[in-house]
């Protein structure tokens, strides 16, 4: 939700001093780490404290059927949007399979730097590709666990930089794995972090808004050019942000309690679907924003009634998403792979 409000605000109001302070809550940018990092532990789990083989060809099926059909129906209610006005069957055939080599089809596909739809779908294509790469991440842990340190050292000079960047989050993902048993076995309030807790909390914001932080703080602006020329990035601290959250939410039975809430499940459980459809709807909300003016008015009341609206929209369509279209994938999955 965080990258919901986010994408609202930033759209019309991102050099407004309200915004610019909104953002050290609503990090849209740096949010993307926590979700990269919880990806890494996700699909490291069930492999790392355990000798159980890698069926890569199910695990590959399972991610398919989990991230393209909904992906694949976002996209195309975008491009229908986008071509409205002179929509015709000529013109829908010419884009998909003509247009500059059919870059459609390609975002389609996640091909790496093709989402001209669907802007936030590069975060996707991080997904799909880190997919792959995590298993062979994994089968080194396997053969010794020391062996990580070379892909992740080898993200700061190899490859592309857009990429590359990603790779710290998931081995993070696979550390919190790895820590899975030692951190659910101490509880937080007896874990030396505990004394410590406030400077942890301190560093954790720091860390999360480093790149909000230094138009206001000179010293922070001066590190990150101190890091530039070493290939390390905003999204380097806020994924160790990540991780230090994660691994205390797992220590802490309070906060988990907390998460365990029944509307925080909910949205959590269509949080896909969420992530997907809300580009939609703040897309066609910002284009005609002006002609909502003309029944909403001006100032903070339109703003206010469009961004309830945008909310209520955006979670009832991916409520009928999850229901209509992951769901039914999920279980295919499950079934497929139990024949």
């Known amino acids: ?36 990092v919880l990806s890494g532990f996700v699909l490291s789990y069930s492999y790392i404290n355990s000798s159980r083989k890698i069926a890569f060809g199910r695990y590959l099926y399972k991610r398919i059927l989990r991230l393209y059909p909904a992906y694949i129906l976002t996209v195309l209610l975008l491009l229908f949007y986008d071509i409205r006005n002179n929509f015709t069957v000529d013109t829908f055939i010419g884009i998909v399979f003509r247009g500059e080599r059919s870059r459609l089809l390609k975002e389609l596909l996640m091909f790496q730097d093709t989402h001209d739809l669907y802007i936030p779908g590069w975060s996707l294509q991080v997904e799909i590709i880190y997919s792959l790469i995590i298993i062979g991440l994994i089968l080194l842990y396997r053969k010794h666990r020391y062996l990580l340190l070379i892909p992740l050292l080898g993200s700061y000079v190899i490859g592309s930089p857009d990429l590359r960047l990603y790779m710290n989050h998931f081995i993070l993902g696979i550390g919190l794995s790895i820590l899975y048993p030692r951190l659910t076995s101490t509880p937080f309030n007896e874990s030396k972090l505990y004394p410590w807790r406030w400077a942890v909390f301190l560093l954790i914001f720091i860390l999360f808004s480093f790149n909000r932080l230094a138009p206001f703080c000179q010293p922070i602006e001066d590190l990150f050019h101190f890091f530039w020329p070493l290939h390390i990035r905003w999204a380097h601290f806020s994924s160790v942000a990540a991780f230090l959250t994660i691994a205390i939410v797992m220590m802490s039975k309070n906060a988990q309690a907390l998460l365990e809430n029944k509307v925080l499940l909910y949205l959590g459980k269509i949080s896909y679907s969420i992530y997907l459809f809300h580009w939609l709807f703040v897309v066609i909300i910002m284009n005609d924003w002006d002609r909502w003016g003309a029944y909403l008015g001006e100032g903070a009341v339109r703003v206010c009634t469009m961004f309830v609206l945008y909310i209520g929209i955006t979670i009832l369509a991916a409520d009928l998403m999850y229901r209509l279209v992951e769901e039914p994938f999920i279980k295919l999955s499950k079934r497929k792979l139990k024949q």
């Open 1 to 36: 939700m965080i990258v919901v409000v986010h994408h609202f605000l930033e759209w019309r109001w991102k050099e407004t001093v309200q915004v610019k302070l909104a953002a050290f809550i609503f990090n849209g940018n740096e949010a993307v780490s926590f979700f990269f």
